[in-house]
């Protein structure tokens, strides 16, 4: 079991809808993060949170509303999407501090506006 | 700006065939610089990691590494491909001044395995 926990794995929904992502870390890391991976695109970083204090916001739409109640929970709001945010969003997380550590990820959750 | 690149969106190997995939970053200092592997439909696993020492650095898999200073590069190796090894790999930096731990990727190279 991966330490990282992505639900749902696929949604679907439309651009009125209302919905959220979940993420749980089993690591005990202190940092998480929410990435965007779009078809012949880069990953794209979106939202960090430390300490459960969100630390990094890439010039994100305001539809994406991330929280992120307790260190081991990070969530990512949806409302009124477009096609265009259909993607793969990915969780992850790590324990930056002295000694960097690598970044470990969720399987994803495959979204698709309609 | 720090920037990864990877020159090669898309490469064909036989199976049993050595692999090479490159990968160039800029950044003003040494940062600290990974290799993940991503299955369709799955998340990213670490192959291997970049911190400080030996430039040759060894994960899993039988994939290896060389950082170069010189040229600003981390290229990934593997002597013989396997058919499972098709997938699409990543080079990420994590900038040493960054204490969030982010990591920015190059676009993704898809190695694809002929039998």
């Known amino acids: 079991e991966t330490g990282v926990t992505q639900t749902p794995r696929h949604l679907v929904m439309g651009m009125t809808n209302k919905k959220s992502l979940k993420c749980e870390q089993h690591?005990?890391?202190?940092?998480m993060y929410w990435y965007k991976q779009s078809a012949k695109k880069p990953l794209e970083l979106m939202f960090v949170?430390?300490?459960?204090?969100?630390?990094e916001n890439n010039s994100v739409p305001s539809r994406f509303s991330p929280e992120c109640p307790n260190s081991s929970h990070l969530f990512l709001h949806l409302h009124t999407l477009q096609p265009e945010d259909s993607a793969l969003y990915l969780c992850?997380?790590?324990?930056?501090?002295?000694?960097?550590?690598?970044?470990?990820f969720g399987q994803g959750t495959r979204l698709t506006v309609v | 700006a720090q920037s990864v690149t990877q020159p090669d969106i898309h490469i064909t190997v036989s199976e049993g065939a050595s692999l090479e995939l490159r990968c160039n970053y800029s950044?003003?200092?040494?940062?600290?610089l990974f290799w993940y592997v991503q299955s369709p439909g799955q998340g990213l696993q670490l192959l291997l990691k970049?911190?400080?020492?030996?430039?040759l650095v060894q994960g899993i898999k039988g994939f290896e590494a060389e950082f170069k200073r010189s040229q600003s590069s981390f290229n990934l190796r593997k002597p013989s491909v396997h058919w499972s090894d098709a997938a699409e790999y990543f080079c990420?930096?994590?900038?040493?001044?960054?204490?969030?731990?982010?990591?920015?990727f190059g676009q993704g190279t898809t190695l694809q395995v002929k039998p």
């Open positions: 992850a997380s790590s324990q930056p501090g002295e000694g960097i550590t690598e970044a470990f």
């Open positions: 690591l005990g890391h202190n940092a």
């Open positions: 949170y430390s300490l459960e204090e969100r630390v």
């Open positions: 950044y003003g200092a040494t940062p600290y």
């Open positions: 970049y911190f400080s020492g030996d430039t």
């Open positions: 990420a930096v994590a900038p040493f001044s960054s204490n969030t731990g982010k990591l920015i």
